[in-house]
């Protein structure tokens, strides 16, 4: 396999954890700007939704990412099991 492939395929294995390091990002902000004023009885600065929506949708994108990673891995992997057999 030549140098970019490998190099290809090992960003699209690990590239799914922008996504979820964005999904947890948005949340943890939602909790220090929204969810922890309102514990303290204070207001809270922002509304939630785009922040709660945000993450929910990169979640979502993480996992389905995830999911196309490991069928490749699996393709691959029987692929080369089924020739050396």
């Known amino acids: ?10 960003l699209i294995s ?18 220090t700007l929204e969810l922890y004023p309102r514990l303290q009885g204070k207001a809270s600065l922002v509304n939630s939704f785009p922040f709660l929506a945000f993450s929910e949708k990169m979640a979502m994108l993480s996992c389905i990412w995830l999911a196309v990673t490991i069928l490749i891995w699996s393709v691959l992997g029987a692929k080369k099991l089924l020739t050396v057999s």
């Open 14 to 31: 690990i590239s799914w954890l922008l996504p979820l390091y964005l999904a947890w990002s948005s949340y943890l902000d939602f909790i």
């Open 1 to 10: 396999m030549s140098r970019i492939k490998v190099i290809a395929l090992a």
